[in-house]
C-alpha cells in the first residue's frame, strides 16, 4: 500500500473518532452540563446531542455513592436518596441522643445544582445536621419522641426552602432512629413498668368495685323482692282470714236465721244459742274431769237466767 492509503485510513479512523465524540447521547432522566471554552454553553436533553470535541466538554459534579463523593459528569435528575450517619442534638431539657436522617430530594434546575454550589451533596448533609440540632433543641426529650411528623414536617419545610437556590427540591424527610442514652433508656423503660403497673392496678380497682355495686344491687332486689313476697303473703293471708271471717259471720248468721225460724217468733234465738253454747262446755268439763265435781255458774241470776231459758226452750217443745 502507498503513502495516500494510509492517509486516506487514518483521516477515516479521524473522522470516526470525532464524529463519536460529537455525538452524545444522553438516557432519560439524565442531563450534562456543556461548557464551550470553560463557559456555560448548553444543557443536554435526553437523546443525540451534537458537541464540538476539544472545544466543548461537560461540567462535572460532585455526587455521592456507596456513601462516598465523587466527580460525575453525567447529572441525575430522578429522586435520590441521602442516608446520613448517625449525629449527636442535644434537646432542650439537656439530654444527649444519637438521631440519623433520611433524606429524599431532587435536582430539578443542573444549571444551578453545578454553578451555585460547589459539593452539593456535602452542602446538604450540613444543612440537614444544622436544621435538625436547631430543631431538636426547641424540643424536650418525650416531644422528641412522639413527635416525628412533626420534625419532619420542619426539616423538610426548612431544607426545601434553603436548598431552592441550589436548584434541588426537598420531597420528604424521615428520622430514622432517635437513640437515647442507656441511663435514659433504662428510666423509661421503669417508667412503662410503673405506668402498666398502675393502670393494672386501676383496672384491678375498677373491677372490685363493679363487682360490689352488681354485688349490692343485687342484694338490694332480692331484699326488695323477699319484702314485696312477704308483703304479698300478709296481704293474701289477711283476706283469707277476713273471708274466712266472713264466710263464718255468713254461716252463723244463716243458722241464726234458721234457729229462729225453728223456734219460732215466741222464743229468743239468743236465749236458745246460749242455752246451747252452755250445755257445750258443761259436757266438755264433766269429760275432761275425773273427780266427778259438780260445776256452778259464779252469779246464781245468772244460772237460773240460763235454767229459765232451758225451761222455756224445753216447755216450748
Do not use: C
Not at 39 to 62: E, H, M, Q, S, W
Not at 127 to 136: G, K, M, P, Y
Not at 296 to 314: D, Y
Amino acid at each position: 500500500m502507498d503513502i495516500m492509503s494510509y492517509v486516506l485510513i487514518a483521516i477515516i479512523v479521524l473522522v470516526a473518532i470525532f464524529v463519536k465524540m460529537a455525538l452524545v447521547i444522553i438516557p432519560q432522566s439524565e442531563t450534562k452540563i456543556i461548557e464551550r471554552l470553560g463557559r456555560y454553553y448548553a444543557t443536554l436533553k435526553p437523546g443525540i446531542n451534537i458537541i464540538i470535541p476539544f472545544i466543548d466538554r461537560a461540567k462535572a459534579i460532585v455526587t455521592m455513592q456507596h456513601g462516598r463523593y465523587v466527580y460525575t459528569n453525567t447529572i441525575d435528575l430522578r429522586e435520590q436518596v441521602f442516608d446520613f450517619a448517625r449525629q449527636n442534638v442535644i434537646t432542650k431539657d439537656n439530654i444527649q441522643m444519637e438521631i440519623n436522617a433520611l433524606l429524599y430530594f431532587q435536582i430539578m434546575d443542573p444549571f444551578k445544582a453545578v454553578y451555585e454550589i460547589n459539593n452539593l451533596p456535602n452542602a446538604i448533609e450540613k444543612l440537614t445536621q444544622t436544621t435538625l440540632r436547631n430543631i431538636i433543641g426547641e424540643l424536650e426529650l418525650d416531644q422528641t419522641l412522639t413527635s416525628r411528623d412533626t420534625i419532619n414536617t420542619k426539616l423538610r419545610a426548612v431544607l426545601d426552602e434553603a436548598t431552592d437556590k441550589w436548584g434541588v427540591k426537598v420531597n420528604r424527610v424521615e428520622l430514622q432512629d432517635i437513640i437515647p442514652p442507656s441511663s435514659v433508656l433504662q428510666a423509661m423503660e421503669k417508667q412503662m413498668q410503673a405506668e402498666r403497673n398502675k393502670r393494672a392496678t386501676i383496672l384491678t380497682s375498677e373491677g372490685q368495685k363493679q363487682a360490689a355495686i352488681l354485688q349490692s344491687e343485687g342484694e338490694k332486689t332480692s331484699t326488695i323482692n323477699r319484702a314485696e313476697a312477704a308483703k304479698q303473703q300478709e296481704i293474701l293471708h289477711a283476706e283469707g282470714e277476713a273471708q274466712a271471717r266472713i264466710r263464718k259471720a255468713e254461716a252463723e248468721a244463716i243458722a241464726i236465721e234458721k234457729i229462729t225460724e225453728a223456734v219460732g217468733k215466741s222464743t229468743n234465738p239468743a236465749n236458745y244459742l246460749l242455752a246451747q253454747k252452755y250445755i257445750q262446755m258443761m259436757e266438755q268439763l264433766a269429760a275432761n274431769d275425773q273427780t266427778k265435781t259438780v260445776y256452778l255458774p259464779f252469779e246464781a241470776t245468772n244460772m237460773l237466767g240460763s235454767i229459765a231459758g232451758i225451761k222455756e226452750l224445753f216447755n216450748e217443745k
